[in-house]
């Protein structure tokens, strides 16, 4: 996986150390993006794109469904949990979205939301754009509670972590001929890439100089992909991936660029990629053995409204599967991509 168990204890030793003394090694975590980090804010518009109903959450604390893409927790709220916070940030849109509950951040994140904003006008999702302002009217809430100047210390050394991309290839470019037709797959990345260069400079505008943003996943390697666009195949569908791979290349040159232009900032990639690769193409390394099937219904094709209560088929026990439903990985999957996060963003909490 890329990691060394050493590295890892010493990190974990460093969070204990720093919970022992009731305090998370960040002040607060914010999230913008797509379902991959999404805790609920879709549960409040009029989509079809959310959560909020069972089996997704059957695995979760509280064993209910709050919106989350999932059995259980997501990678960022693990990645919360490593930090050492006890709470996890608050879906904006959501009641609990007040008070000292934001001191520790907030969740702008939307489900189908992207960083080509007419993927999120697609779903009735919160575009970036959109995100960013939710953002800017938390930051008058947080003034308001905490004052003006611990407000800023917070936000200044607070985590930012974008996850955006996937659903503007799976979910519009790839089955839009308005879009595939007109651009090639490396000239709609340029597009994305351009919205994600203009979104990182707003957010850092407005304070923030802590950042990770993550690399697309392995699109070919999605159950849902392998069906819709597999031809038939159960393997991963290698141009969907290679697009990916290009993308994410860019990506980091990108964020080169960032970095070069903006001072006083730092931007990690988290690299999705590699990990969940390697989790699919070797699932009986990690303890898994399902990778192709999703726990939910056929673990086809299911994913949102079509991953409900009676999907026929749904697995007992998801622990063994990569994949919660067709789209999103299991609790047990993002465990382990979790602790790569940790390790990969080293830099973020130094």
Excluded at 63 to 90: I, V, W
Excluded at 178 to 190: A, G, H, M
Excluded at 291 to 299: D, N, V, Y
Aim: net charge neutral; aromatic share 10%; proline share 4%.
């Amino acid at each position: 996986m890329g990691f060394s168990s050493s590295l890892l204890g010493s990190l974990v030793l460093l969070v204990v150390v720093h919970v022992s003394h009731g305090q998370p090694l960040v002040p607060a975590l914010y999230m913008f993006g797509d379902s991959v980090v999404d805790v609920g804010n879709n549960n409040h518009l009029i989509t079809l794109v959310r959560a909020d109903f069972p089996p997704y959450g059957r695995d979760f604390i509280s064993h209910k469904a709050t919106g989350r893409f999932c059995n259980g927790k997501l990678a960022t709220d693990l990645t919360a949990e490593n930090l050492g916070f006890t709470t996890y940030p608050p879906a904006y849109l959501s009641k609990a979205a007040k008070g000292n509950n934001l001191l520790s951040g907030a969740n702008f994140a939307s489900a189908a939301s992207g960083y080509y904003d007419k993927t999120a006008k697609l779903y009735h999702a919160i575009s970036l754009p959109q995100q960013l302002e939710y953002y800017k009217e938390y930051q008058t809430k947080l003034q308001r509670i905490a004052g003006k100047s611990n407000a800023s210390s917070i936000l200044s050394e607070a985590i930012y972590i974008l996850s955006a991309g996937s659903s503007d290839f799976i979910q519009n470019y790839y089955i839009n001929p308005l879009l595939n037709r007109v651009y090639t797959p490396d000239q709609f990345s340029n597009i994305l890439l351009q919205s994600f260069s203009n979104f990182v400079q707003n957010l850092y505008g407005l304070g923030a100089r802590r950042i990770g943003v993550t690399t697309l996943a392995p699109l070919g390697c999605l159950p849902a992909s392998i069906t819709i666009f597999g031809a038939g195949s159960n393997e991963c569908v290698a141009r969907l991936n290679q697009d990916a791979v290009s993308f994410n290349n860019k990506l980091n040159a990108t964020v080169e660029s960032l970095l070069e232009s903006l001072s006083g900032v730092k931007i990690v990639v988290f690299d999705i990629y590699q990990p969940l690769h390697d989790l699919i193409t070797n699932p009986s390394d990690y303890g898994f053995f399902e990778a192709r099937k999703s726990c939910c219904g056929t673990g086809t094709i299911e994913t949102s409204v079509l991953c409900n209560k009676v999907s026929v088929g749904t697995c007992a026990n998801a622990t063994g599967y990569v994949f919660w439903d067709s789209f999103h990985p299991t609790e047990a999957a993002n465990e382990i991509i979790a602790n790569d996060l940790l390790l990969q963003g080293i830099s973020l909490i130094s």
